[in-house]
């Protein structure tokens, strides 16, 4: 693994961008709508970027960064917080190291990003930390959304600098997490740390879903949901099947919650059968928190293809460059970003 690694650290970031960026336009939208939508331009299922069409035909908008983060309109990884996140947590180890701690994160969320640019989770630690409350209040005053997405798409990071080391992953993910979320929410970041670390070493992405699952409790909400998403997508023939009985089971969650959303990355990796736009399409589809679950799904396979694998209909409209409000990274480059995970990676 340790030869491939650059191309492997460099494939996630990559993949990451690309599954994100293939959400974006339809972000929060549910499945029905995103079906629809594709099915009047003629592209169901989606083999590239969705595309824009002149009349939308459903009754909901696209996501405002549609201009600039649709097929034909793309000129680098435009603004996500979801990218924000896995540069803020690049920054936050090459300022502290692998032993930082829970205050240190909360430390460069305050410095490094605008309170308008995050949201739910993340909005609400960084008023309690200005507040002046301390981890783990900041995640639990007036904080409903705790148990939501935010900390899991802030975790990428963390796998990529643990290639093969789920269980270093998943506790540098925790003290991550513990600034913003609890129980499920924090489980969700260590899942997915620890799932994309067993990544760069895996064989089947079933191996680093396992893997991941091994790192959270078995007693949890999120551990049951996600083992049994696997043993759907190992006995149903079609992810169509799977994502039926992943909804009967597990729609009632908010929209951007971290269980529904962590499953719909589960039934990207397994019945995208290694096929990074399979994979990245499936995830997407799902509908939700559309582009959080098209970028971990993208960041885990890119960890295991490595980005020479990585179709040019994917990676070239990124062009190589990301728009970030983080303080100092806008308009950074992807390979940058890639060499500087690999330099900490490299040297457990």
């Known amino acids: ?18 599954g994100c960026l293939l959400g974006k336009p339809v972000e929060g939208w549910p499945r029905e709508a995103i079906v629809a ?29 549609a201009p600039e983060a649709t097929r034909g309109h793309i ?22 190291g692998r032993t930082f701690t829970t205050a240190d994160v909360g430390a460069t969320l305050l410095e490094l990003l605008p ?23 900041t ?7 705790r148990e939501w997405i935010g900390a899991e798409i802030r975790a990428d990071i963390f796998g990529y600098l643990s290639p093969g080391r789920p269980a270093d992953a998943a506790a540098l993910a925790y003290r991550d997490a513990a600034l913003s979320h609890d129980k499920n929410g924090i ?18 992405p079933a191996d680093a879903i396992q893997a991941g699952l091994a790192e959270i ?33 597990y729609g009632h969650y908010h929209t951007v919650h971290a269980i529904n959303n962590s499953c719909f990355v589960v039934l990207g990796l397994q019945y995208g059968r290694m096929d990074f736009g399979q994979t990245i399409a499936i995830a997407v589809e799902c509908g939700q928190d559309t582009d959080c679950t098209g970028a971990t799904a993208g960041s885990l396979l890119g960890a295991m293809l490595g980005a020479r694998a990585l179709a040019a209909v994917w990676i070239d409209p990124l062009r190589d460059r990301v728009r970030s409000l983080v303080a100092g990274a806008d308009n950074a480059s992807i390979r940058e970003l890639a060499a500087r995970t690999y330099r900490l990676a490299a040297v457990p």
């Open 1 to 18: 693994m340790r030869g491939d690694l650059a191309d492997k650290i460099l494939g996630a970031w990559q993949g990451r961008c690309a």
């Open 37 to 65: 939508y594709l099915q009047a331009a003629g592209e169901y299922h989606l083999r590239a970027y969705v595309p824009l069409l002149a009349q939308n035909p459903v009754s909901r908008p696209l996501h405002r960064s």
């Open 75 to 96: 000129a680098c990884m435009p603004r996500d917080d979801d990218i924000d996140y896995t540069i803020l947590g690049l920054s936050i180890v090459e300022r502290y």
């Open 115 to 137: 309170f308008r640019a995050v949201f739910t989770a993340e909005r609400a630690a960084y008023r309690n930390l200005v507040n002046g409350l301390a981890p783990p209040q």
């Open 139 to 145: 995640a639990l005053h007036r904080n409903p959304y």
């Open 187 to 204: 489980y969700a970041a260590m899942w997915a740390a620890a799932a994309i670390a067993a990544a760069f070493g895996a064989a089947a």
């Open 217 to 249: 409790p078995a007693s949890s909400r999120l551990h049951e949901a996600l083992a049994r998403t696997l043993d759907w997508s190992q006995c149903l023939p079609r992810w169509e099947q799977a994502f039926d009985a992943v909804w009967e089971a």
